[in-house]
């Protein structure tokens, strides 16, 4: 297939309206770089005209529209971008980190699946009403990671991004033990057993690093656990 590069003609502004015809015209002819640089430029127009709430709105529907035609590395693209941008907003955020979520997981991506819960556990983080979300965002993550450092290489191969190289397999590793120790912290009186499980496999991989602080916290919340087991 043949790539076709576009760039907006002096007489053209850089609207997404104007892009969605121009991708209508192109269909299948664009490179995901492409897609990515003049998506980029649209972005800047709009929010140096401070038309911020009308680019998330026009750009929402756009990726939409790429779901819809099975454009699915276009629509992350676009989903990525806005949930930068809103990254201070958490109704918007919320809302497109679902759909994003829900885009990585069409592309097998494990790495934009963390990257999208990512952004729900900061906005569910202690909000005690979203405390069931912000369990099953953990629950999410610790399988992904777990995915993530047992099939590493496939994980990278699988990464769909323009912008930067994936994190190393040791820096996910470490995700995972946090993680791990966020969920023994919360479940640890509903569900001792599992708790104490997640807590033991995360104490090991900080003691390989010698994150003795992080130990010592998993002891205290182990013995925590074995107190009210046995009482």
């Given amino acids: 297939m043949t790539f076709i590069d576009f760039t907006y003609s002096m007489n053209t502004i850089p609207t997404i309206e104007n892009f969605s015809i121009f991708l209508k015209e192109k269909k299948g002819k664009i490179s995901p770089e ?7 430029k649209i972005r800047k127009h709009y929010l140096a005209s401070r038309q911020s709430d ?16 099975n454009n699915i590395d276009f629509a992350g693209i676009i989903l990525s971008s806005l949930c930068k941008i809103t990254q201070f907003i958490p109704e918007q955020l919320e809302n497109f980190a679902l759909k ?10 494990p790495i934009h699946i963390m990257a999208r819960l990512n952004d729900l556990r900061k906005l569910y983080f202690r909000r005690p009403e979203k405390l069931y979300e912000y369990v099953q965002v953990l629950y999410q993550q610790e399988k992904c990671l777990k995915e993530l450092t047992r099939n590493y290489d496939n994980s990278v191969k699988s990464f769909h991004t323009l912008a930067r190289n994936a994190a190393p397999q040791r820096d996910y590793k470490l995700m995972l033990a946090h993680v791990q120790t966020e969920i023994g912290k919360i479940t ?27 130990v010592a916290y998993i002891d205290m919340l182990l013995n925590e656990i074995e107190k009210c087991y046995n009482s």
Avoid: W
């Fill in 188 to 214: 640890k009186r509903k569900h001792p057993l599992d708790a104490k499980s997640k807590l033991i496999s995360a104490r090991e991989i900080f003691n390989t690093r010698g994150y003795q602080k992080n």
């Fill in 34 to 40: 492409t897609f990515a640089d003049e998506f980029g």
């Fill in 100 to 109: 994003g979520l829900h885009v990585a997981r069409i592309n097998k991506d």
């Fill in 54 to 69: 009308t680019f998330c709105l026009e750009a929402d529907i756009l990726a939409s529209k790429m779901i819809e035609e």
